[in-house]
Each structure stands twice: as structure tokens, then as C-alpha cells.
């Protein structure tokens, strides 16, 4: 079949949905941490709609809308996922809400149209009890996706799910994040493998640390899949 992807996004939306079919079964657990308006959540729900899942997402207007639409379905949490418990300062692009996240970026709208808000940031690990088994996860976080992973190391460490997540030039590295810091992280601390989503639906071989390195460098991909 052929398909015509109008957008890096829109493919990335396509190959996730192909990933969640072929690796969710109707009893997994899912974590989506950056919900936004449930667009991954509801793909979750869809293939493993007998599963515990989690929803993360801080910004209150959206929040208010999935506790709706999700009521009795899914654990809808009002909290930013981060490697520290507390209280941060929250930029909600007003005009691209996307785009929000702990720190400003580079946005790909002109003039963004910043709100400034106290949102609670949580470890994952507080959260989740150490029994909880995770299938599944997703994170889209605009830059701050080894923060979180940080802040749930042991669940990751001991769940080894499989993880979709986002990593770019524009975002992360407003983080201060390595491409060798990620990849130290998933690979050699919690054990999983690096792919592009083409090549993990290819079932080709994992990204070296040379290549993921290469492929952020040139920000030819920004979305990532990992498996044991």
C-alpha cells in the first residue's frame, strides 16, 4: 500500500500506530507522558483495552479535558514527570501548545505566545508502586525526555518496556542533553536498543552510538523506538 506522509510528524503518527499494533496485547500497561489530547492514548486503549494505563499531563485546560474523556478508562495525572519532586515554572506556548515544556525552545511558530505557570513535577518512580508492571511506554516531553527517564530509572531498569520517544535538536539540547548521555541511559543503564521506526518495523539492526549521534547531528530523525 502506498503512503503519502504530507509531514515528518504525520509519518512518525503512522509508524508509531504500526509499532503499538505489533507489540501491544490487550492486558498491557502504557504509560503517555506528554498526553496532550490523547491522540497516543486512545491507539493504547484501542490495542490494549484491558490495560492499567497512566496519562501525564500538566498544562490545566488540557488536563480538565482528558479527566472528561477518559473518566474510568485510564489514571489521568495533573503532574510533570521530571527527576525531581517539587514545584517549576511551566512555558505553555498559548498559540502552539505542543510545543510547552519546562524550558522555552525553538518554536516553529512565529511570535509564540508564552504563559508562564506552576505545574508539580514528579519522579516516576514515587508514583508507580514497585509491583506495577509496565508494557508500553511514550514520551513526548518537548526536550526533557532524559529527565524523565532519570526520575523512573528503577521502573524502567525493571520493566524494560518498550519505550517510543522523542529526541531533536531544538528541544533537548535546551536541556543540556547528549545524544551520549540518551543513549548511555537506555542502552547500558537500562538495557534496551535504539532504532529508528523504520528500521524496528524492518526489524533491522539497532543504532550505534555513532549512528544515533549521527542522525541527531543532522536532525534527519527526532523519533526514536527501544526494546530489550
Do not use: W
Not at 91 to 98: D, I, R
Not at 187 to 216: C, H, M, R
Amino acid at each position: 500500500m502506498l503512503h503519502i506522509d504530507l509531514t515528518k510528524n504525520m509519518q512518525y503518527d503512522r509508524l508509531t500506530k504500526i509499532i503499538m499494533k505489533q507489540e501491544l496485547h490487550a492486558f498491557s500497561n502504557c504509560l503517555d507522558i506528554g498526553c496532550h489530547e490523547g491522540e497516543m492514548l486512545d491507539i493504547m486503549l484501542e490495542f490494549a483495552p484491558q490495560g492499567k494505563h497512566h496519562a501525564f499531563e500538566p498544562i490545566p485546560y488540557l488536563y480538565d479535558k482528558l479527566k472528561v474523556k477518559y473518566l474510568g478508562n485510564t489514571n489521568i495525572h495533573k503532574i510533570a514527570l521530571s527527576n525531581k519532586n517539587g514545584e517549576v515554572e511551566f512555558n505553555v506556548v498559548k498559540n502552539a501548545p505542543a510545543f510547552s515544556g519546562l524550558k522555552q525552545r525553538d518554536y516553529h511558530v512565529s511570535k509564540p505566545d508564552i504563559q508562564k505557570i506552576k505545574v508539580a513535577t514528579q519522579k516516576l518512580d514515587d508514583l508507580l508502586a514497585q509491583d506495577c508492571k509496565i508494557d508500553f511506554v511514550k514520551i513526548d516531553v518537548e526536550g526533557g525526555e532524559y529527565d524523565v527517564l532519570l526520575g523512573g530509572l528503577s521502573t524502567f531498569k525493571r520493566c524494560k518496556p518498550v519505550l517510543i520517544f522523542e529526541f531533536g535538536l531544538g528541544a533537548s539540547d535546551f536541556y543540556g542533553t547528549t545524544p551520549d548521555q540518551l543513549h548511555d541511559l537506555i542502552v547500558n543503564q537500562i538495557g534496551l536498543n535504539i532504532y529508528t521506526l523504520e528500521d524496528f518495523i524492518a526489524k533491522d539492526a539497532p543504532l550505534s552510538l555513532e549512528q544515533f549521534t549521527k542522525l541527531y547531528a543532522e536532525n534527519s530523525e527526532y523519533y526514536f523506538v527501544a526494546k530489550q
